[in-house]
């Protein structure tokens, strides 16, 4: 079960549209389509209890989501994540209740994967087999592969140089661990675009992946015995997490699921790509650049919002507001999340958290209000920013190193790690290292094998040359020693 629609409606300018598959925005103002939800066609026939026996996620709330086949819906497991008391962070900012939706624990670390299992449900239920995406973020394009491979279609995912530039290593790893196909630097060719009707297109406009993000508002007013907060502080990259959260809090208020909506909606976007924040400001906005992104939470650095008019007209419905943060804020936010409430996100994700802190600074938040941050995306998925917000670093360095010198040690064999103690002991070349390891080993080999061993030893950056000797006419003598990583793996093994 869940509600019928025939229609799709454009956000911006009202035209509607009868359903088709391959629409994916309004053809008079190219604003993003939504599903024209006829809720009078489930009101009254459901209740809050309705879903109290039904396991958490996402599909909890079928009855206000898309009609689609139950044998064909395609789930991780995605939603049904913790609306965390944070006693500790709460105090430490002089907040009355601070609490935190922690989207980290959903199946690829991302809140996305809400939108993913609806959209991806519907290309199965339709029949399609393969998926296309294009432009998309690094949390997208993992979710997709992923989703993808759950239900065993074919996922090709087209991102530009400018996004492989900033996308996170953690997100292209979980992307090629999925099966993802990968096709960097070019665009969908006219063949891509022209067969496009044998593959269905993901992407965060689809009215259908915009549905499943809504349930991040139900769950938070489930787990508030059916009662919204004071606030809501949402990232905002193309606008749709916050509109859609607007959007379905307002539907439970229709369905009389709660009393009322009263609840300030706030977005978060990064100095200096903050379009949005700047019209609700009445900003002049500076056109983004095609360089290189100059930010660590580069999942809201977005050219075109999607969503961009409808998250605007969210926040001024609910009488909200717009933040601007800049890195060194998200940084100190991030760290303080993680020690305080041991919940580990990625830089786009802590960017609640430090527009939080920025509007309390500003005294532009009550401190008796219960506030609600969204925290959308796991740290992990950004290794190399988990690394910089650490203070000693010198310390993880060294700790990385001796983890690498040991796994290189259980590679390297008896004779190479021979090789290596006795080149510790002194700088020497590859004679001396043979007589040395016939005595060691016991063993009579060619002295050609040493000085294979010595080669494969130097390209591993284990020992390097330091000079080389002509001794009374005899043939030249290449004298070695160890580097630094060749002396952490003698140390480590011992």
């Not at 095609?290 to 001024?316: E, Q, Y």
């Not at 303080?336 to 939080?356: D, K, Q």
């Not at 700088?427 to 061993?453: A, M, P």
């Amino acid at each position: 079960m869940g509600y019928f629609t025939t229609e799709m409606i454009c956000s911006n300018c009202g035209e509607k549209y009868p359903l088709d598959d391959n629409l994916r925005s309004c053809l008079r103002c190219n604003g993003p389509l939504l599903l024209d939800n006829k809720l009078e066609e489930i009101s009254g026939k459901v209740t809050k209890n309705t879903f109290s026996n039904r396991i958490r996620g996402v599909w909890r709330y079928l009855e206000l989501l898309p009609k689609i086949d139950s044998k064909k819906i395609v789930s991780l497991g995605e939603g049904g994540t913790a609306l965390l008391n944070c006693e500790r962070l709460a105090r430490n900012l002089g907040l009355r209740r601070l609490l935190v939706k922690d989207e980290t624990t959903n199946p690829t670390g991302s809140f996305l994967d809400r939108g993913m299992t609806i959209d991806v449900s519907k290309a199965n239920e339709i029949g399609i087999k393969s998926l296309r995406c294009s432009s998309a973020s690094g949390n997208f394009s993992a979710s997709a592969s992923a989703y993808a491979s759950r239900a065993g279609f074919s996922c090709t995912i087209h991102l530009s140089k400018e996004i492989i530039s900033k996308l996170n290593l953690g997100k292209l790893y979980q992307i090629i661990a999925y099966g993802g196909n990968l096709v960097i630097g070019e665009k969908p060719t006219n063949y891509d675009v022209l067969n496009s009707e044998k593959s269905y297109v993901l992407s965060s406009s689809n009215p259908y992946f915009a549905e499943g993000e809504k349930t991040t508002a139900y769950e938070i007013c489930e787990q508030l015995q059916w009662q919204t907060p004071d606030r809501i502080i949402v990232p905002m990259g193309h606008g749709e997490h916050i509109s859609m959260i607007w959007r379905g809090i307002k539907e439970l208020k229709a369905l009389g699921l709660i009393q009322n909506q009263n609840v300030t909606m706030t977005g978060v976007q990064i100095e200096g790509y903050a379009s949005l924040v700047d019209q609700l400001q009445r900003e002049k906005t500076e056109k983004i650049s095609a360089g290189k992104i100059k930010t660590i939470a580069t999942d809201l650095v977005m050219k075109n919002p999607t969503h961009g008019d409808l998250a605007i007209r969210s926040i001024k419905e609910s009488k909200g507001k717009g933040v601007k943060v800049n890195d060194s804020e998200i940084f100190y936010s991030l760290s303080l999340l993680a020690r305080t409430e041991g919940i580990f996100a990625e830089p786009a994700a802590a960017s609640t958290i430090a527009g939080l802190k920025k509007l309390i600074d500003l005294g532009q938040i009550d401190k008796d209000e219960e506030i609600v941050c969204i925290v959308t995306g796991a740290g992990l998925k950004d290794p190399s920013t988990a690394r910089k917000f650490i203070k000693k670093v010198k310390t993880v360095n060294r700790i990385i190193s001796q983890i690498e010198s040991k796994q290189i040690t259980t590679r390297l064999g008896r004779t190479k790690f021979e090789i290596l103690k006795i080149i510790s002991s002194k700088e020497t070349y590859g004679y001396e290292v043979w007589r040395n390891l016939k005595q060691i080993l016991g063993i009579d080999f060619d002295i050609s094998s040493v000085y294979q061993h010595l080669s494969e030893l130097e390209n591993a950056g284990l020992i390097r040359r330091t000079k080389i000797e002509s001794v009374l006419g005899k043939p030249r003598r290449c004298y070695y020693s160890l580097t630094d990583r060749g002396m952490t793996t003698i140390k480590s093994a011992k």
